[in-house]
């Protein structure tokens, strides 16, 4: 017979209170758009839910600032304030989305027109903190990489001035995170 699992109160005692999302001092610009079209809007989908997302970053920072949080509290801290800022990123775009005209879920158009889902594949999620700090500093450098490809394929000047603020953000985390190892 199996030996009962020991009873015992466990505390996480990482206190979050306080936490601000960590992002560039600068204004965002006002989200609007030129007008409708589709195909910037599903551009954009690609950079709200595909492979290198914020959808990806999000769920991959609040799955290192999980395992961290008992025994690394501060870094926990400054992972869940990168989260925030990606999840005000991920507001943007949709709302861009939106104004766009195209559908606000979680799936991308693929070559020939399937949908693909969203999904936790996507992440990388190694087990030790340096490695996790080492795989989200990739992580960032590939969204910086793909919002500067859509910004040459999108010639709406507000949508662009949006995607030019995301990539400061996106810059100032690498700066962060690298600051961490
Ligand atoms: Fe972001």
């Known amino acids: 017979m199996q030996e009962q699992e020991k009873k015992a109160v466990r505390l996480d005692t990482c206190d979050f209170r306080g936490v601000q999302p960590i992002m560039m001092a600068l204004p965002y610009p006002p989200v609007q758009v030129a007008g409708k079209n ?9 950079d709200y839910c595909g492979s290198v997302s914020e959808m990806s970053a ?15 509290c501060s870094l926990a801290k400054v992972i869940l304030g990168i989260a ?4 005000i990123h991920m ?6 989305i939106f104004l ?6 979680f799936s991308v158009r693929q070559r020939g027109g399937k949908r693909q889902l969203w999904t936790p594949e996507y992440l990388k999620t190694p087990e030790n903190a340096r ?11 590939a969204a910086i990489n ?5 910004m040459r394929r999108i010639r ?4 662009n001035a949006v995607l030019a603020r995301i990539i400061r953000d996106e810059e100032y985390h690498i700066m962060t995170l690298q600051a961490l190892l």
């Open 91 to 96: 507001q943007k775009l949709g709302q861009l």
């Open 84 to 87: 925030m800022a990606e999840m």
């Open 131 to 141: 490695n996790m700090v080492l795989a989200d500093i990739e992580s960032e450098k």
């Open 156 to 159: 709406d000047p507000y949508v």
């Open 100 to 105: 766009l005209g195209g559908t606000i879920d």
């Open 58 to 72: 999000i769920t991959q920072y609040i799955n290192n600032e999980n395992r961290l949080s008992c025994g690394k």
């Open 146 to 150: 793909q919002y500067r490809m859509h």
């Open 38 to 46: 589709s195909e910037y809007a599903e551009l954009l989908k690609f």
